[in-house]
Structures are given as structure tokens and as C-alpha cells.
């Protein structure tokens, strides 16, 4: 996704995110219960952050298979790490990818898989 401008009614244009801020994205594989969301949340709520963008999706057959992708700002590199290693150690989670993506020359960056 690059980073571009949103277009609001009032015609001005704010940016996705702050330009210089970093954007940790989350991508989560888990089985489609219902205790998985708010335990993914949680991770990021408890440390006062909300995320920028929350995509889930049941698929696979009989609607077993969710897939969670979150992006989130103004955590730093060693704490998006972390929050990828709770995410694996929630029961029913079986992958967590985590990328980094940022406006002009830095581009986007696979940080752990």
C-alpha cells in the first residue's frame, strides 16, 4: 500500500499517518473462535494504542480460518517485536507476520516473520 492522501468532504487532505512515523503492520492466522479478536486487541490497548486499521476475515472450509490484519503507529521496533511474540503465544493463533511500512525512500520492510 503506498501512502497516500485521503480526500474528506471538506476537501482538505490529511495524511494516512504522520509523516517520519513508523506504521508496524500485523498480519495474525488463527482459528475463527471468538476469543481470539478481543485477545489480539488487548495487546495493543493495554499499552494505550489504537490501532490505525483492523481487517478480519473468516474463510477456509466451514468458516474455521481467521485472518486479522492490523497497522498501528508509534510503537518502536523492539516493541513491535514483542507484541508479535504475544500474539504467537495466544491458544488458537498458528501465524503472526509482521512488516514495517513508511512514506518515500524507506518503503516497506519485512522486519520478522
Known amino acids: 500500500m503506498s501512502c497516500e492522501n485521503l480526500a474528506v468532504a471538506t476537501g482538505s487532505r490529511p495524511r494516512l499517518h ?3 512515523r513508523r506504521v508496524f503492520c500485523f498480519s495474525v492466522q488463527a482459528e475463527a473462535e ?10 495493543f490497548a493495554k499499552r494505550n494504542l489504537v490501532p490505525m ?3 478480519s476475515d473468516v474463510s477456509g472450509p466451514g468458516g474455521r ?3 486479522i ?6 510503537l518502536s521496533p ?3 517485536a514483542y ?3 504475544c500474539l504467537r503465544q495466544i491458544h488458537g493463533v498458528s501465524a503472526v507476520l509482521t512488516s514495517e511500512k513508511g512514506c518515500g525512500a524507506q518503503g516497506q520492510g519485512l522486519i520478522q516473520e
Request: negative net charge; charged residues 25%.
Open 18 to 20: 504522520a509523516p517520519g
Open 34 to 43: 471468538p476469543g481470539i479478536m478481543p485477545r489480539v486487541l488487548e495487546l
Open 53 to 55: 486499521r483492523w481487517v
Open 65 to 67: 480460518d481467521l485472518s
Open 69 to 74: 490484519d492490523v497497522q498501528a503507529e508509534g
Open 78 to 80: 523492539e516493541l513491535s
Open 83 to 85: 507484541i508479535a511474540r
